[in-house]
RNA sequence: GGGGACGUGGUGAAGCCUGGUUAUCACGCCGGUCUGUCACACCGGUGGCCGCGGGUUCAAAUCCCGUCGUCCCCGCCA
C-alpha cells in the first residue's frame, strides 16, 4: 500500500481547516518543550506550521527524540488556537495537535540553522541549509516567477525557445574563454561560449526570426559582487526589424517581468544618448535617481585668474561640477578629492552656502565665478558645490561621475529604493585599446555601425542598453548582414582576412547565403533577479554559485583530476605553475 | 596583476593598537526544572593548540614576514 506523506503543506493550513485530520512532512524548524506541551514549528517550501504535542499523545515519546533540522512525518487535528495565542503569521490562527509523528530522517546538529547570521562562506559550503532559509527561498521562488513570466510574454509574442551548444569555439574579442580539452582531437580545445552571439544571428540566417534562450554563458575574468564565472542571459534576437522595433518590444518585455513580481516600471523609459549620459552623470549607465546631475561651469570662469584653473581652461579644458545640500567639511572634500585624483584630476574644489555667502577655502580666488554660480544656479540655503577642472573632458566626466554615484549611495539610500529604467543609446561603435594599440569592437565586432565612413573615433553604433536603477541590465544591438559591411569592420579592428576568415569563416560564409536584417538584446537575469529582490549580490539569487575566486565552496571545483584522464586527453601539467600544491 | 578589510569553541562577536591572569560575551549544544510557548523562561554544564608556517622576545591571539582562505574595489569583464 502507498504510504501517504503528507495531505498538506506547512503553509497552507488556516481555521477553515479546523477539526481536520492532517498530514504534514517538513524540517523541524524548532522545538519549544515546557516541560509538560512541547510545541514542534515544522517548516517546508510553503511555510510554517505549529505542531502542539500534549505528553498523553502517542506522538509524545518520539517527540522527545527530535532535534533540529530532523524531517518528521505528523499526523494530527487541525484546531484553532486558543484566542490568545493567536499570532498573526501566515498560519498563525490554527496549530496542529499531534497524534503520531514518524521521524523521516534524523540530523546532525548543523553548522547553523537556517537564516542565522552567518559568514558567506559557510553558507555557501552547506548551500543546502542556507536554501532552507525564508530569504534565500524567496529569492529562488522570485527567480522562478520571473523566468516564468519572462517566458509566457516572449511566447506570447511569437519567439522560440532554441538551445544552442555548450561545446563550441574558441574566438578572439571579448573575454578571455574557458576551454574544454577535446579527446577525440587531442591538442585542441573547445571553449564554452561567452553567449551564444553567433548561433543566434546563425538562426537568424536559419529563418527562426524570432528566438529566445536562457542561455549559461561563461567568462573566465575577474569576479565581482554582481559577477559570476558563469551567469545567465535571456538571450534574444529578432529579424526584419529596426532599432526602434527592438527597444518598444524589450521596454514592455521588462516592464512585464517586473511587474509579475509587483514592480511597476514607468511607462516609457527615457532615452539618453551616450554622449548625454556622459555628459550628465559621468557614466554609460546612469543611476539618475538621486539628481546631481553634472553641469557644465566652463563659461563662469573662462576669466579666472586662478592659476590650476587658468592652465586648464587655456588648453580647451572644461570645469564641471554638481549641486547637492550634503554637509561638507575640509575633511569630508578631501576624501572626495582622492577618489577624482585617481582619475588624473589635479584636486576638487567645492564651496557651500551659508548665510547667503559662498564659504570656501579658495573663496579668496574664486568668489567671483562662484558668485556666478550662485547667480546663475538660483544657489540656496546649505547648497554645496563640488567642481573640478580637467582638459579630457571624458575623464572630467568620469571622475565626476564617481564621485556622484558614491555620495548617492551615502546620502540618499531612501532616494534609491525607488525604480528607475532607461535606454542608452548610440554608442560608440570602437574603443581605442592601449594595450594592444588598436581600435576594438565596444560592444561587439558584429554590431552594425551607423556611418562606418566617418573617421573611426566618430562611428555610432546601433546599440543600446537598458540601465536600471544605475545598472545595465541588458544590451544589444542591430548585427551586420552584410559579407562586405562585416569584413570591413574586421578590417577596422585590426583583424586580418586570414584571421577573419580562420576564426569567423562561417559567419562570414553564412552571411553571402541569405542573411536578413537583424538584431537582439541580451538581458543578465542574475542581475534582473537582484535588483528585484532588493540584494546587490547576485550569489544571492543563484542557486549555488561560486565564490570570487571561482571556486564552488560545495563541490570543492576545481579540482585536480586523474592522470589518466589528463593522458586520455593529451596534457601535461605543468607544476611549475601550480597553487595549492599538495602531492 | 594591484589595493583594502577580515580570519579567535559549532556560530556571531570582544580582546590585538599599548605582548604577561584561567582568552570574555551572546547564540547553539548537553543536563535539570517547568503543561500555552512562539527568539519559551530559569538553573547548571560542555566546548578554543586564537587559519597555517616562520621570525622577534624571558614571554605572542596580540609585534614582524610569508602563506592560504573569504569579502570589497581597481585593472579585466566585446
Request: glycine share 6%; charged share 30%; aromatic share 10%.
Amino acid at each position: 500500500m502507498r504510504i501517504l506523506l503528507r495531505t498538506h503543506t506547512c503553509g497552507e493550513l488556516n481555521k477553515k481547516h479546523a477539526g481536520m485530520n492532517v498530514i504534514l512532512s517538513g524540517w523541524v524548524s524548532r522545538i519549544r518543550d515546557l516541560g509538560g506541551i512541547k510545541f514542534i514549528i515544522l517548516r517546508d517550501r510553503y511555510g510554517e506550521t505549529q505542531v502542539v504535542v500534549n505528553p498523553d499523545s502517542d506522538a509524545y515519546s518520539t517527540a522527545q527524540e527530535i532535534g533540529r533540522e530532523f524531517v518528521i512525518q505528523v499526523e494530527g487535528e487541525v484546531r484553532e488556537r486558543p484566542e490568545e495565542t493567536k499570532t498573526n503569521t501566515l498560519t498563525g490562527e490554527i496549530e496542529v495537535y499531534a497524534s503520531k509523528i514518524n521521524i523521516l530522517s534524523t540530523a546532525e546538529v548543523p553548522p547553523f540553522f537556517p537564516g542565522e547570521k552567518v559568514s558567506e562562506e559557510l553558507r555557501l559550503r552547506y548551500r543546502y541549509i542556507d536554501l532552507r532559509s525564508k530569504m534565500m527561498k524567496d529569492n529562488i521562488i522570485l527567480r522562478h516567477k520571473m523566468a516564468q513570466a519572462a517566458r509566457e510574454f516572449l511566447n506570447k509574442h511569437g519567439f522560440l525557445e532554441i538551445e544552442t551548444p555548450f561545446l563550441t569555439k574558441s574566438t578572439p574579442e571579448g573575454a578571455r574563454d574557458f576551454l574544454v580539452p577535446s579527446r577525440l582531437q587531442k591538442g585542441k580545445f573547445y571553449a564554452l561560449p561567452q553567449s551564444p552571439q553567433l548561433f543566434k544571428q546563425l538562426l537568424m540566417i536559419s529563418g527562426f526570426d524570432k528566438y529566445y534562450q536562457f542561455a549559461r554563458c561563461f567568462r573566465d575574468e575577474d569576479l565581482r559582487a554582481d559577477r559570476q564565472p558563469e551567469f545567465t542571459q535571456i538571450d534574444i534576437e529578432m529579424s526584419f526589424i529596426d532599432e526602434e522595433d527592438i527597444l518598444k518590444i524589450m521596454e514592455e518585455f521588462i516592464r512585464f517581468v517586473y511587474n509579475s513580481v509587483g514592480i511597476n516600471l514607468p511607462e516609457k523609459f527615457d532615452r539618453l544618448t551616450y554622449e548625454e549620459a556622459m555628459e550628465k552623470y559621468g557614466s554609460d549607465k546612469p543611476d539618475r535617481r538621486f539628481g546631481m546631475e553634472l553641469l557644465d561651469f566652463t563659461e563662469e570662469f573662462i576669466d579666472t585668474e586662478f592659476r590650476v584653473v587658468k592652465n586648464i581652461l587655456e588648453i580647451n579644458g572644461s570645469v564641471k561640477g554638481f549641486i547637492t545640500d550634503i554637509p561638507i567639511s575640509r575633511k569630508i572634500a578631501s576624501e572626495y578629492e582622492e577618489i577624482v585624483k585617481k582619475f588624473g584630476l589635479g584636486g576638487l574644489l567645492w564651496f557651500k552656502i551659508e548665510n547667503d555667502k559662498v564659504i570656501s577655502p579658495t573663496a579668496k580666488f574664486l568668489s567671483n565665478n562662484y558668485l556666478k554660480l550662485k547667480e546663475k544656479f538660483k544657489l540656496k540655503e546649505g547648497d554645496v558645490v563640488l567642481l573640478a577642472a580637467y582638459t579630457n573632458r571624458n575623464v572630467l566626466n568620469e571622475a565626476l561621475g564617481t564621485l556622484r554615484l558614491k555620495i548617492g549611495k551615502e546620502h540618499f539610500s531612501e532616494k534609491m529604493k525607488s525604480f528607475d529604467a532607461l535606454w542608452v543609446i548610440d554608442f560608440p561603435f570602437l574603443e581605442w585599446n592601449e594595450e594592444e594599440q588598436r581600435y576594438v569592437a565596444r560592444h561587439h565586432p558584429f554590431t552594425l555601425p551607423k556611418n562606418l565612413d566617418d573617421s573611426p573615433e566618430n562611428i555610432k553604433a546601433y546599440a543600446y542598453d537598458m540601465i536600471l536603477n544605475g545598472n545595465e541590465l541588458g544590451g544589444g544591438s542591430l548585427r551586420i548582414y552584410n559579407e562586405k559591411i562585416q569584413e570591413k569592420v574586421f578590417e577596422l579592428i585590426g583583424l586580418s582576412k586570414t584571421e577573419a576568415r580562420e576564426k569567423f569563416g562561417f559567419l562570414l560564409d553564412a552571411l553571402q547565403l541569405g542573411a536578413p536584417p537583424h538584431g537582439g538584446i541580451a538581458f543578465g537575469f542574475d542581475r534582473m533577479v537582484a535588483i528585484a529582490s532588493g540584494s546587490d549580490n547576485i550569489r544571492d539569487v543563484i542557486a549555488f554559485p561560486k565564490t570570487a575566486s571561482g571556486v564552488c565552496q560545495l563541490t570543492g571545483a576545481p579540482s585536480d583530476v586523474s592522470k589518466m584522464q589528463l593522458e586520455e586527453l593529451g596534457i601535461i601539467i605543468n607544476n611549475s605553475n601550480r597553487k595549492n600544491q599538495k602531492d
